[in-house]
C-alpha cells in the first residue's frame, strides 16, 4: 500500500509507515500536520536516533501504529 502523505515541513513526500506511527503515537492519534523523522526529531527537541530506538520499543510492546 503506497501512502501520499508528505511532511507538513520539509514536503519530503510519501512518508513511511514508522514516521506517520510516531507522529500518532508522540503527537496524539488525531494529529493533521505529520513530520518526517527528521522534522519531528527536531520538533520533539531529541535525535533521529532516539525516535527509530522508540520505533522499535513500541514495535515490541506490540503497538498497532509500526
Same mark, same amino acid.
Given at each position: 500500500?503506497?501512502?501520499?502523505?508528505?511532511?507538513?515541513?520539509?514536503?519530503?513526500?510519501?512518508?513511511?509507515?514508522? @514516521?506517520?506511527?510516531?507522529? &500518532? /503515537? $508522540?503527537?496524539? !492519534?488525531? +494529529? /493533521? &500536520?505529520?513530520?518526517?523523522?527528521?522534522?519531528?526529531? @527536531?520538533?520533539?527537541? +531529541?535525535?533521529? @536516533?532516539? $525516535?527509530?530506538? /522508540? +520505533? @522499535?520499543?513500541? /514495535?515490541? !510492546?506490540?503497538?498497532? $501504529?509500526?
Amino acid at each position: 500500500m503506497t501512502n501520499r502523505i508528505n511532511c507538513y515541513i520539509c514536503g519530503k513526500e510519501s512518508l513511511t509507515r514508522n @514516521e506517520i506511527g510516531l507522529n &500518532k /503515537k $508522540l503527537i496524539g !492519534q488525531n +494529529v /493533521k &500536520k505529520i513530520h518526517c523523522l527528521c522534522c519531528l526529531a @527536531e520538533y520533539l527537541e +531529541v535525535t533521529e @536516533e532516539e $525516535l527509530l530506538a /522508540k +520505533v @522499535e520499543e513500541f /514495535k515490541e !510492546q506490540g503497538c498497532k $501504529l509500526f
